[in-house]
């Protein structure tokens, strides 16, 4: 009996870790089953979900003119969950060839990832500007995938009846003249508000609007701010300006306000008549009113007293990395890709026609664009009237964790703009000085 | 206990001792290990000692969302057991819906946190604000855009979730209590108070235990109710620890750090449940 005891015991215990270690095991095989004799296999790790769908079509077309590349498309969305998965993936082993990459400080943490980049045609053919915060002694270590603009955001319907002609306003003061006057006639007009302040993203505040007054003390570019040891907050006068603005004139409380009530529920339903955010709302205006997002809307910039007070930030919202890991065959059929979607007749149509991405590449029919935002981006961009995103080249968390939310404690009144400056510098330069 | 009996126990044991291993004390030691070095998510880096748990006792905001995490998990488990015995005293008594009342009090448990937190989030920041509107009151419009609100509706969220459940563990107490000893109080004229404070109170106390130390894990390892309703919000003063801690790590990707933090949480959580066990068995001594 004890015995047939000790046998049962060997048996189950060595059938259940069997079986245990056989399907850790499965996954694997059933990965390396995909890959043919000849066929490449590119993994792309991408993070654009707004997007997913006509990027899968394209690949799909891509795989059909050669048979002997086979493109495996994750997409995981938004900005920090991307950024916890690619690192989880690399932690795997299981690495993806074609990943997304951010600024300087991803292109540092990542750099013996980052396969060169400077022999493609989409490098070549990639604007003005759009490399700096990817390139490394002259080396370019990722692609654009498009541009992307903000600014305050305008109802022209709103405007005309009000009696306001958005061409003359060209400073702050006559943007303060303008919300004055919506203010005046909100009833009329149906207004809750002339502003929807989202106060909760601490990405519009600390990232978009503190980039506009920050960039100019960085020269309007990435790296500069990438290397600065501290803030200095130049224009610092001119970003309370345009914050106390947009507070006071907003929809309150502001700290309650998401990115979806303001531009879902109080811009797209005409409740409020300027909002700060860029081109990429598009798809969420069209989605409530589809003749508002196509002809009744506009972009002013936001003016920063004392420097410019016409340009609008332009700048490359993510880079498409390639893994030097990989294999070689595996490299250059994942920089093959690349040239193709950003550089050939049906890529190019697909870039601006499926996707409606602003290119950031030479060579396209920009008349093509068709949302109004879109193209007064890129008549700005072509123009030279712009600011710099710098943001990227921010001390890490430090733009939403930090500033924003010291932005939010003076909207509450909890502290005074002097000490949101005094803390962020503080804390700009304690994190470069590590 | 004979030898061969020995052998089998540990081999029927080896699975689960085998996954176990893997799983969790495998990871656990190397987090551990990296919390001594500068480990940013891609590449360990280099050793450095206590360094990270030198700094993290100087972090206010970590020493913040602590101390705020204590304060929660005591306002809620006092707030929980309360409204939880209260519960199952109503459902207890001889009303006729009383099974109807049951489901719908636990009803809220099985709804997922990540959900929870957004109709919460609903009802604070839209009915809250139409409330206040109609009636002129200007603090029922800022509910979740201040420290306090953000601190209560947290609470709120939680005792509404956890109430049920703690209710179903006093149900069975309060249904085990000797009928004789209720019948005694009855005809010795006891009234309606004096029977609960004297005698079923008493008699639950164990239940105060197994429930006090549910929800206290429960709130204060508390991450998904704390990220959809708030997110930490306004300013990160409404941050708990695991947040704080996730962010640390995936935000400023210090992972080291984070994990030197991760580190002294499930010290505490280790001694709180440590002391829990401890309690429960004097009171098992006791009985």
């Known amino acids: 009996m004890e015995k047939l005891n000790v046998r049962k015991g060997l048996l189950a215990s060595l059938a259940l870790s069997a079986g245990m270690l056989a399907a850790c095991g499965a996954e694997e095989e059933a990965t390396g089953a995909g890959t043919g004799e000849d066929q490449v296999t590119v993994d792309v790790f991408q993070f654009k979900v707004e997007f997913k769908d006509q990027f899968e079509k394209l690949a ?80 370019v270590l990722g692609l654009p995938y498009n541009q992307e603009g903000y600014g305050f955001i305008y109802n022209t319907r709103l405007f005309e009846e009000a009696g306001i002609d958005p061409a003359s306003i060209t400073d702050f003061a006559s943007l303060e003249e303008a919300v004055k006057t919506l203010d005046s ?47 200095a907050f130049e224009y610092g006068d001119a970003f309370k300006k345009i914050l106390d603005l947009q507070n006071d004139y907003s929809v309150q409380p502001t700290l309650s306000l998401d990115y979806s009530m303001q531009v879902e529920e109080l811009f797209s339903m005409e409740r409020v008549a300027i909002i700060q955010q860029g081109n990429w709302v598009y798809g969420s205006i069209a989605g409530i009113d589809q003749e508002l997002a196509d002809s009744g809307v506009g972009l002013l910039p936001i003016p920063v007293e004392g420097y410019e007070e016409g340009g609008i930030p332009v700048g490359v919202p993510m880079y498409w990395a390639v893994n030097s890991n990989e294999d070689e065959a595996v490299v250059e059929a994942s920089k093959e890709f690349l040239d193709w979607m ?93 | 206990m004979m030898r061969t009996r020995d052998l089998s126990y540990w081999l029927f044991l080896a699975p689960v001792l085998l996954a176990l291993t ?24 280099s050793f ?68 929870l937190g957004f109709i919460w989030q609903f009802i604070f920041v839209k009915v809250f604000a139409s409330v206040g509107q109609m009636i002129g009151s200007e603090s029922m419009q800022t509910w979740l855009a201040t420290t306090e609100t953000g601190f209560w509706g947290l609470v709120i969220l939680m005792s509404w979730q956890l109430a049920g459940y703690i209710m179903v563990i006093y149900i069975a107490y309060l249904e085990g209590l000797p009928k004789e000893v209720m019948e005694a109080a009855q005809l010795d004229c006891m009234n309606a108070f ?30 998904d109710q704390n990220l959809s309703l708030t997110a930490g919000g306004p300013y990160n003063s409404t941050e708990m620890v695991a947040m704080e801690i996730f962010k640390t790590a995936f935000m400023q990707n210090e992972f080291a750090y984070a994990q030197a933090k991760a580190v002294i949480f499930f010290a505490i959580v280790a001694v709180v449940a440590l002391f829990q066990v401890y309690l429960n068995k004097r009171r098992e001594v006791e009985m």
């Open chain 1, 185 to 231: 006639k909100k009833e009329e007009l149906g207004l809750d508000a002339v502003f929807a302040l989202p106060g909760k993203e601490t990405w519009v505040t600390g990232l978009h609007l503190s980039n506009t007054f920050l960039a100019p003390e960085f020269d309007n570019n990435v790296l500069t701010a990438f290397d600065a040891k501290e803030v």
């Open chain 2, 48 to 115: 450095v000692g206590l360094e990270n748990y030198i700094a993290l006792f100087k972090d206010e905001r970590f020493l913040a969302s602590l101390w705020f995490t204590t304060k929660f998990s005591i306002v809620s488990v006092i707030l929980i057991n309360i409204i939880g015995l209260s519960l199952a005293l109503i459902v207890t008594s001889k009303i006729k819906t009383s099974n109807l009342l049951r489901t719908t009090f636990f009803m809220p448990n099985l709804i997922g946190g990540l959900i």
């Open chain 1, 60 to 139: 799909a077309q891509y795989e059909e003119l050669n048979p002997d590349v086979n493109l495996e498309i994750t997409t995981v969305g938004g900005g920090e969950d991307y950024g916890a998965a690619l690192r989880s993936k690399f932690a795997s082993g299981d690495e993806p060839a074609i990943f997304n990459i951010g600024g300087p400080q991803d292109v540092a943490d990542w750099k013996k990832n980052l396969a060169v980049l400077s022999d493609t045609k989409a490098a070549d053919a990639a604007l003005d500007g759009t490399l700096e915060g990817v390139t490394v002694e002259s080396e």
């Open chain 2, 22 to 45: 893997l799983v969790v004390i495998v990871p656990m030691l190397l987090g551990v290990y990296y919390s001594f070095t500068s480990w940013n998510g891609i590449v360990t880096g």
């Open chain 1, 342 to 434: 950003y550089t050939s007749e049906e890529g190019k149509t697909a870039v601006l026609e499926d996707f409606k991405f602003i290119p950031a590449y030479e060579g396209y029919d920009t008349t093509k664009l068709t949302d109004p935002l879109s193209k007064e981006i890129y008549a700005a961009a072509e123009a030279g009237n712009t600011i710099g995103w710098v943001f990227m080249g921010y001390p890490t968390g430090w733009g939403q964790d930090q500033l924003g939310a010291s932005i939010q404690k003076y909207l509450t009144g909890e502290a005074s703009w002097e000490e949101v400056e005094g803390a962020a510098k503080d804390a700009w330069s304690a994190d470069r000085s590590k």
């Open chain 2, 194 to 223: 004096q029977r609960f404070r004297f005698i079923v109170f008493p008699l639950v106390a164990p239940a105060f235990t197994v429930s006090m130390f549910l929800t206290l894990s429960n709130t204060f390892k508390l991450y």
